[in-house]
């Protein structure tokens, strides 16, 4: 199986900036494509940000202009920079790593905690 590790998190004031990282290991089929979702307290998961198969990255509105998602192939590693955090970005934030084989297959990593806090 794959496996995903998350990390990165952490306690933050707003206006800080965090980078999260997600590393996929094991057998890894391609083509495939990652993502990152979040579920803030009270609320249901969320797609934040995430590539198409076509390679183009895309967000949800109220991370746009201040998160962005970079992929490191070689590394089977994807990372999501996040700027000018706001306390509503607190969640718990994990990754998905999809295969967009005939049969897709979906991953998900433990996920990372990240508080905005003043």
């Known amino acids: 199986q794959v496996k995903l590790v998350e990390s990165g998190g952490g306690l933050v004031q707003p206006g800080d900036s965090l980078r999260l990282s997600c590393a996929a290991s094991?057998?890894?089929?391609?083509?495939?494509?990652m993502a990152w979702y979040r579920q803030g307290p009270g609320k249901e998961r969320e797609l934040v940000a995430g590539f198409t198969s076509g390679g183009i990255a895309n967000y949800a509105d109220s991370v746009k202009g201040r998160f962005t998602i970079s992929r490191d192939n070689g590394k089977n590693t994807v990372y999501l920079q996040m700027n000018n955090l706001k306390p509503e970005d607190t969640a718990f934030y994990y990754c998905k790593l999809t295969t967009i084989t005939t049969i897709p297959s979906a991953y998900w990593g433990q996920g990372t905690q990240v508080t905005v806090s003043s």
């Open positions: 094991g057998i890894i089929f391609s083509p495939n494509i």
